[in-house]
C-alpha cells in the first residue's frame, strides 16, 4: 500500500541516509494525555521527534466542533517546519503499533497537500519486534518552512453531513467500535449510539489479524458493499479513529472521501440532533 512504510525499507532508508526524511512518533492514549510523550522520552526510533495529539494534532475543544477539532492550519504549518519537514521532506509516522494516531497525522498532512507521508507499518512495537535499535536521544532539529496547499473538498461538517445525509446523496460511516455504535456503553461522552443513518465500519478491520495492515485486495473486499462512485464521509467518536479508515478507503481506490472531523461528540453538542442505537 502506497501509504505504508515498512520496517525494512525505513531501516535502509535511514541506513543509506536519504535526506530529508523526518520521523515522527505520535503515541498517545486517550485515557493518560501524558503517557505518549513520556513513552517517547524513555524511547523512541533514531531521529524520531514527537507531537502529542491533544497539544499539536488538535484544536481547542469548544461547545461545538467535537472533542480533538482541527487545528489551525497555519499553526501547525508552523510546528511542522518547525520540526524540519517542508515541501520536499519525506514524512515517516508511527504510533505504538497500527493505531489511530500516526492516520491522523497522515490525514492532517494529506489534507495540507503533503505526498510524502507514510505510517510505519506495525509501528513502534514491529521496529523493536525485528531487532531494531531505538534511543532516549533527543534529536537536533533544523527548522524548515512548510507552506501549506490546503486540498478542498476533504471535510464536511455537520450542516453538510446531516443535509447529504437527509438528501441521501453521501454515505456517512461510523469507525468506532459496535458496542459504542449501538449505544451499548459510551465511556466518553454524555449521549450514546450513532448518527443517523451512519453504517458500523469498526476502523480495527482494516487490520489483519496479527496486526498489520490488509492488502489493498483485502480492504476492496472489506468496503465491497460501498460504491465507489458516491461519497463517503468517514465519522468517529472525534475525527480520530476515522482517520485509519479515511486512509484505507483511498488505499481500495476510493477518491471521493470526506472526514467529519468533529464526528458524534460534535454532533450531540447540538442538542436538536437525534441518534440512533439500531444497526443500519
Known sequence: MSYLISVHRLKNRLENKQ???VIVDVRFDLTDPDAGRKQYLQSHLPGAVYMDLE????????????KHPLPDIELLASKLGNIGIDRDTTVVVYDQANEMFASRLWWLLDHLGHQRVYVLDGG?????????????????????????????????????VKEKLEKRTAILLD?????????KTEPLYGKAGHIPGA????????????????????LEEHFSTLP??????????????????????????YSNVKLYPGSF????????????TKAE
Not at 237 to 244: K, L, Q, R, T, V
Open 19 to 21: 535526506a530529508n526524511t
Open 55 to 66: 497539544k499539536d494534532l488538535s484544536g481547542r475543544a469548544e461547545k461545538h466542533g467535537g
Open 124 to 160: 513502534y512495537d514491529r521496529w523493536v519486534s525485528e531487532g531494531e535499535d531505538v534511543t532516549a536521544e533527543i534529536p537536533t532539529l533544523t527548522a524548515k518552512d512548510f507552506h501549506p496547499a490546503t486540498q478542498e473538498g476533504q471535510i464536511a461538517e455537520m450542516e453538510e
Open 175 to 183: 469507525s468506532r467500535a459496535s458496542d459504542r455504535y449501538l449505544g
Open 199 to 218: 453504517k458500523n465500519f469498526f476502523w480495527k478491520d482494516v487490520l489483519q489479524k496479527n496486526g498489520s495492515w490488509k492488502r489493498k485486495e483485502e
Open 228 to 253: 465507489k462512485d458516491e461519497e463517503i464521509i468517514v465519522s468517529c467518536g472525534s475525527g480520530i479513529s476515522a482517520c485509519p479508515n479515511v486512509l484505507a478507503l483511498k488505499a481500495a481506490g
Open 265 to 276: 461528540s460534535d454532533w450531540i453538542s447540538y442538542e436538536e440532533n437525534e441518534v440512533e
